[in-house]
């Protein structure tokens, strides 16, 4: 195990966690969507989550990818920069979008505003982490993995400067600086 790396001081959800958990929200959001959503991750952080939930969603789905970001290092940087749009039209589609983390949701809320405009049948939210403690910004979480505290935490696709994305469990980062 990786948890050496003297940067980790623990594993907040390990690797059976977020695969059990994982599929309960795959039954869920099956059961919600049963003519089919398209799932809308955000890159680069929800990656795993994403390709995870699909295989455990049973209805149809489409996959489309956004990149969006507000943060440099552990702190938001409360500037939302688009770097990557959709590859399709979203108008009367059901959409999903999918996460790896709600912070201080501004992201989600910069994100919900810009696809909102753009006529979906319906926007919901899954995010496989939620740290209400830092929320600046309230925004509507409808599936959710796992409730966190106010820790910087990294893997399964979460990252500090790039680094610890492929961890398979999550783990909470010593002092970041
Ligand atoms: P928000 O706009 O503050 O809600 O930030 C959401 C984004 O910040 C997420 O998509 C993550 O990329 C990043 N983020 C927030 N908290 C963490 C964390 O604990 N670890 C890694 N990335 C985080
Ligand atoms: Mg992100």
Redo the contacts with the bound molecule.
């Keep these: 195990m990786r948890n050496f790396d003297p940067h980790l001081c623990s594993i907040l959800i390990d690797e059976k966690a977020i695969q059990n958990r994982v599929r309960e929200l795959g039954a869920e959001i099956s059961a919600q969507y049963p003519d089919g959503v398209v799932l809308v991750g955000?890159l680069t952080?929800?990656l795993y989550f994403l390709v995870d939930l699909s295989r455990a969603i049973s209805c149809p789905i489409e996959i489309d990818l956004i990149a969006i970001?507000?943060?440099v290092g552990?702190s938001?940087s409360g500037t939302?920069t688009y770097k990557k749009d959709l590859s399709r039209e979203i108008d009367d589609r059901h959409v999903l979008i999918v996460?790896?983390?709600?912070?201080?949701?501004?992201?989600?809320?910069?994100l919900l505003t810009l696809l909102k405009d753009r006529n979906p049948r319906s926007l919901g939210i899954c995010t496989l982490?939620d740290?209400p403690d830092?929320?600046?910004?309230p925004?509507p979480i409808h599936h959710c993995g796992f409730t966190?505290p106010d820790?910087?935490?990294?893997g399964y696709g979460?990252?500090?400067n790039q680094a610890y994305r492929n961890l398979p469990y999550i783990a909470v980062?010593n002092e970041p600086k």
Excluded: H, N, P, W
């Design positions: 955000i952080g929800a970001s507000s943060y552990t938001s939302v996460e790896d983390i709600v912070d201080t949701g501004r992201t989600i809320s910069a982490l740290k830092r929320r600046i910004v925004v966190i820790q910087f935490v990294v979460l990252d500090y980062l």
